[in-house]
């Protein structure tokens, strides 16, 4: 069974930065895609950014140029630089990674990790 786990999330004033990290339980991660996602209550879960195997990064128009995906195939583990924050950043931010294996398809998702941005 695949986990994600997050952490790093947490209270930050507008401007700051955070780093948010997810542990992966995959043996073959470094072959999978990954990507961060968040909602906030009363609307959908939006795409943040998403990073493939081979290192392809692709980030939603709110947070291009402040926040910054990675991953360390070594530690199965995907980050998320996020700088330049802003109250509207504040959501639940969830690990993700969908992928066909034997023709099925798979997706997996973390417990998520709260980030507050406020003054």
């Known amino acids: 069974q695949v986990q994600l786990v997050e952490s790093g999330g947490g209270l930050v004033q507008p401007g700051g930065s955070l780093k948010l990290s997810c542990a992966a339980s995959?043996?073959?991660?470094?072959?999978?895609?990954m990507g961060w996602y968040r909602q906030v209550p009363g609307k959908q879960r939006e795409l943040v950014a998403t990073?493939?195997?081979?290192?392809?990064?692709v980030y939603s128009d709110s947070v291009k140029g402040r926040f910054t995906i990675s991953r360390d195939n070594a530690k199965s583990t995907v980050n998320l630089q996020m700088n330049s924050l802003k109250t509207e950043d504040t959501a639940v931010y969830y690990c993700?990674?969908?992928?066909?294996?034997?023709?099925?398809?798979?997706?997996?998702w973390g417990q998520g990790t709260q980030v507050t941005v406020s003054s």
């Open positions: 993700n990674t969908e992928f066909s294996q034997f023709g099925r398809p798979e997706i997996y």
């Open positions: 990073i493939t195997s081979d290192g392809s990064t």
């Open positions: 995959i043996i073959i991660f470094g072959m999978i895609p």
